[in-house]
Structures are given as structure tokens and as C-alpha cells.
């Protein structure tokens, strides 16, 4: 396969980088009906969404798991629960993990009479649903609030950290304003793979937590602040201005961003 006239090397790279993984995986679904570990009709089943299932308002990636290791994980905001809830059947369908971000109670109540088993964390607001065992990750994964007000957003990043496989260890309310209730969990951070670290207001406390420990570090600003705090631009910007190395940082109020990132390098 040679690339165009036009055609930009990394796009064709990238193109023959995803062409050859979905032929490995077709080729090992027929490795499995051949030695008889699948059904002719599970594999058809399998197949014929393949790659991805066209609802018309949506095209489900079910091949993401495949690909990722991760199934596709629903963003509640902008969609109606119609949508939400035609996307979230899909996906149980085929067997896979269920996780919805940002939604409020009033979607669950009707959600919940369609998927029965699936569960609500009112702080995190998210809705989730384990049909089956993640790979688990190598080592804890540390989550720390600089104020009971950041606990949302924290709560996000443990459902999602939980339901990709992960330990999680929580630390809630040890921020700048008290550095002694840090200090006192210092054990438990130490002894931690990877470490979330969530704070509006100033968003100091990544950078003081980066400062003891030799472990990555991701850094969540939330919108939580007073007039000039800028529903989270102030910490978002002292967080990506950190002086200690090791910090990485996603955007405002992205407990999930968080949690997934350090899943995959949990499973490093």
C-alpha cells in the first residue's frame, strides 16, 4: 500500500496501523471458530456491527475495547436521555462495561427501568454497570482532594478508575490551608503506583504533593473557587505552571480524563 499524492505519511502510517489490527482481529475470531472456541453464530454475532454499530445520532465503537483494552464510555451533556439510554442498551448488549459521565438522578430513574442492575454514585454522577472482570492494575491508585468541595470530581475519577480495573486508594480534604492533614497520609501516598490530585481555588496542592513523592502525578483543577478564581482557569493555569517534574495536567472538572489516564499507566 503506497500513500497518494497528498496524502500526509503519519495519516498513512496510521490508516495501515489500524487496517492490519483489524485484520488480526478478524483473523483471530476465525482462528477461534476453526478450533471450535466459537460458535459460527456468536461470531456472526460478533461481526455484524463490525467496526462500529450506526444507531443514525450515533456510531458505537464497540472495537474499541479491542483496541484499547477500554470500552466506549457514554458523556452524558448534550444528549437526550433517549439517546443516552439507545447508546448505554447497545453497549450492554454486547457485553461490555457499562459508564456514563455527568448525569443527574432524574436519567438513572429512568435508565435504571431499562438496565435493572446498573448503579448511581450521586457525588461522582456517573452511572455504571460491570458485566465483566477488568484486567486488574499493578499497584494503587492514590486520589486526593484539596477540600470536601472537590470531592465530585474526585468521586468521578474513582468510579472510573474502579471500573477499569483499578485499587483505588482515597485521601479526601488534605489541601494547602492544613499541609499537617497531608503529611499525615504520607504513608499511604507514598505506597501508591499513581496519583490523582484534585484542587480549585489557587491549585497548589499538585505541586506540593509532586514535590515528595517519585511517583506520576495527574492533576485535575476544578471549578470550585471564589470571583477570580475563574470557575477553575486560575488553578488550571498554577497546576500547568507546576515547578516540580512528574505532573501532568487534564482540563477542569475531568475526573474521568484523570482516571483513565492513570489506569493506563497502572497497567504499564
Not at 3 to 23: A, E, N, V
Not at 247 to 264: E, M, P, Q
Request: charged share 20%.
Amino acid at each position: 500500500m503506497i500513500p497518494g499524492p497528498g496524502l500526509d505519511p503519519f495519516i498513512f502510517i496510521w490508516i495501515s496501523g489500524r487496517i492490519r489490527l483489524m485484520k488480526s482481529q478478524l483473523e483471530e475470531i476465525l482462528k477461534k471458530v476453526q478450533q471450535g472456541k466459537l460458535s459460527p453464530e456468536k461470531a456472526l454475532q460478533i461481526l455484524k456491527d463490525y467496526p462500529y454499530q450506526d444507531l443514525t445520532f450515533a456510531k458505537i465503537d464497540h472495537h474499541r475495547e479491542l483496541r484499547k483494552g477500554y470500552p466506549e464510555i457514554i458523556y452524558g451533556p448534550g444528549k437526550t436521555e433517549d439517546q443516552i439510554i439507545k447508546i448505554a442498551q447497545a453497549i450492554i448488549k454486547k457485553g461490555s462495561n457499562l459508564l456514563i459521565t455527568k448525569v443527574g438522578p432524574e436519567l438513572y430513574r429512568t435508565l435504571k427501568k431499562k438496565i435493572p442492575r446498573a448503579k448511581y454514585n450521586p457525588l461522582a454522577k456517573t452511572i455504571s454497570l460491570r458485566q465483566q472482570k477488568p484486567v486488574l492494575g499493578k499497584g494503587k491508585i492514590a486520589i486526593i482532594t484539596a477540600g470536601t468541595s472537590d470531592i465530585p470530581v474526585a468521586e468521578e475519577a474513582v468510579v472510573t478508575c474502579e471500573i477499569l480495573g483499578n485499587e483505588v486508594e482515597k485521601i479526601y480534604d488534605v489541601g494547602v490551608a492544613g499541609l499537617h492533614r497531608l503529611f499525615g497520609e504520607y504513608e499511604k501516598i507514598r505506597k501508591a503506583r499513581v496519583i490523582i490530585t484534585i484542587a480549585g481555588m489557587e491549585g497548589a496542592l499538585p505541586s506540593v504533593v509532586a514535590g515528595v513523592v517519585n511517583i506520576p502525578l495527574i492533576a485535575v483543577p476544578t471549578s470550585v473557587g471564589y470571583g477570580a478564581s475563574l470557575k477553575g482557569l486560575a488553578a488550571l493555569l498554577a497546576m500547568l505552571n507546576s515547578c516540580p517534574g512528574g505532573v501532568g495536567v487534564v482540563n477542569i472538572d475531568n475526573g474521568f480524563g484523570a482516571g483513565y489516564l492513570a489506569s493506563l499507566i497502572n497497567h504499564l
